[in-house]
């Protein structure tokens, strides 16, 4: 992945506007999260394949930044975003990774399923 | 340690590095076959390499390759992938891991299967793990039942287990435990960063592997 060039990012958001699409988002503060610190609780969510249609699409912030997809219904949000890449099967993923390179929050958009 | 075939069943490649690599690579270097089932391939693992290299989409395949890699080091040369995945092993049929696990006890025969210590575990793949093996374990006749060593790792697990049974010094396969770590490289590379008196406070906490001897109901 490369740190966010939110344009870039921005276009390729446009790409899957009005599409019936898959998402994978996810959130974590890891398992052991509570192990390790007894103030803390291990808090993650994720959902694969989600399938939604999105009209409005965007990216904001800076560094780290946030993108909100507005459906007909609600919204799919996810905030601490700092890496991207389009992968090799031409799908959208997007990640907050904290200092020791671990994931945070990750927001993946494709056409297919995710496997 | 007169062991036939030892089973180790772990829910996340590097369970098996961190928690047993020493006591498997004495068991392997003893020309005693052990046979990893490790039920997923970590798809959900936090780390992606320092800096990270991998995407949540990548990791599954890197680390199903880091684990080759890492028991090939161990010299496990029968490693079963069941193909859960990361973080739903909780909430699958619980009976259908019990029966995969209980087929592997039946061809394979081993005489010590190494686990999770069931709510012992922190992480709940853990906790998943060793109950469905501690369940395989017990529906099999009283005399068949091979030894079952578990792994705890909650902060309380001395006043609830009371001493660990077994107290394994791993010194003389030390280095294979490491490089077997290392092997995991998604997911240690950030650990070997560390400055050396933190690396040597890490290798201490590394030189002992303990587990606790499950003891079933006498029913
Ligand atoms: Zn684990």
Redesign the pocket.
Known sequence: MQPIDDKKVQDALNNYKNKTIYIHLETTNGAYAAHRNDAAMAVSAFIRNGKIVFSQGKITGDNPYRVGLKMDDGWVYAQGLTDWEIDTEERLLLAGHDTEGRIAVALHLSEKPFT | MEEKHVLVV???P??ESFGAGGTIAQFTKAGVPVTYACLTLGEMGRNMGKPPFATRESIPNLRKKELKDACEVLGIKDLRLLGYRDKTVEFEEEEKIVNEIKALINELNPSLIITHYPEHGV?P??DATGRATVEAVRQLAKGKRPKLYCIAITKNRETVLGNPDIVNDVEDTMSIKVEAIRAHRSQTEAMFQKPIDENNRIKKWLKEEIFWLYQFQSI
């Open positions: 772990f829910p996340h590097d369970d992480h793949d853990h």
